[in-house]
């Protein structure tokens, strides 16, 4: 699989290997800033790797609470660049309600290590309305366990740089639906996210959610933004991660390696029950 256009870069570079010394090839993973436009209006600069901007974008507004549904969106385009394959700017057109743009300026904050800053509370969340996910849905253990390696084998842009982190949806019996790499894990469930909404299939109330790295809260937030019910990771969850999934009936599971992974909030998705 061809990593996106952009998405990499080659370099040269010393390596030392016991005792000897080579000048070699290297690939690495791009970062380059995205401003995202609203009706005209510059809102956020997010690092990320070019690629899926378009879905970035859409994701963004959807998980931060700028829109709550897709029917929102008028215009969604690259721009201000010679050619769209080039640019780093998408303008978004939203109709639906007024808004102020400079108070949302002062309200996002996207950097490619830390996430959406400053609204690191769930309150905020409350406010928003989000629901518990669909509390029928079941992820059972052997499918779990499968999500990591699927990931693996499709990660173009890893298997080059190894310096991406990924996100991918999968049904319940663990079906690849799709999956987006970026510097930033943020942005890549932004994208898949983006995605979805772009393809018509919000909510995403019957899917899994598995991410590379750690499940912060704001990757809990923008899973249940989207209405995902199961939210896997192989690293470990954040405190607050794991008090907003459990206020809210988010299945969280963490450390998923291997045979095993660790169920941090609604278990009964995910374990049977005796």
Not at 126 to 140: H, V
Not at 226 to 254: F, K, M, N, Y
Request: glycine residues 8%; hydrophobic residues 45%; aromatic residues 4%.
């Amino acid at each position: 699989m061809l990593p996106p256009a952009r998405s990499v870069v080659l370099t040269q570079v010393t390596e030392w290997e016991d005792g000897a010394i080579r000048a070699v090839n290297d690939m690495l993973a791009v970062e380059e800033p995205l401003e995202i436009r609203l009706n005209g209006a510059p809102l956020t600069v997010t690092m990320r790797t070019p690629g899926n901007d378009r879905e970035l974008a859409a994701g963004f507004l959807l998980t931060e609470g700028v829109i709550e549904s897709p029917d929102e969106i008028s215009g969604l385009r690259a721009a201000d660049s010679e050619t769209v394959a080039k640019s780093n700017t998408v303008d978004i057109e939203i109709h639906s309600r007024d808004f102020e743009p400079s108070q949302m300026q002062r309200n996002f904050f996207a950097a490619s290590s830390c996430g959406i800053c400053g609204k690191a509370t769930i309150e905020s969340i409350r406010r928003r309305g989000l629901r518990a996910p669909n509390p029928q849905f079941r992820a059972r253990p052997e499918v779990l366990c499968a999500l990591p390696e699927a990931i693996r084998e499709v990660q173009a842009v890893f298997e080059r740089t190894g310096g991406l982190h990924a996100a991918a949806l999968f049904d319940a019996d663990g079906t690849l639906m799709v999956l987006r790499e970026d510097i930033g894990r943020h942005n890549a469930v932004d994208k898949v996210i983006g995605w979805a909404m772009c393809s018509g299939k919000l909510p995403l109330a019957k899917s899994i959610l598995m991410v590379s790295g750690r499940a912060g809260f704001e990757i809990a937030q923008k899973a249940l933004a989207a209405g995902v019910p199961v939210l896997a990771s192989v690293s470990a969850p954040s405190s607050l991660a794991v008090q907003l999934a459990r206020e809210i009936d988010l299945t969280l599971v963490g450390f998923l390696r291997g045979r095993r992974f660790v169920v941090y909030a609604g278990e009964s998705r995910c374990v049977p029950q005796e």
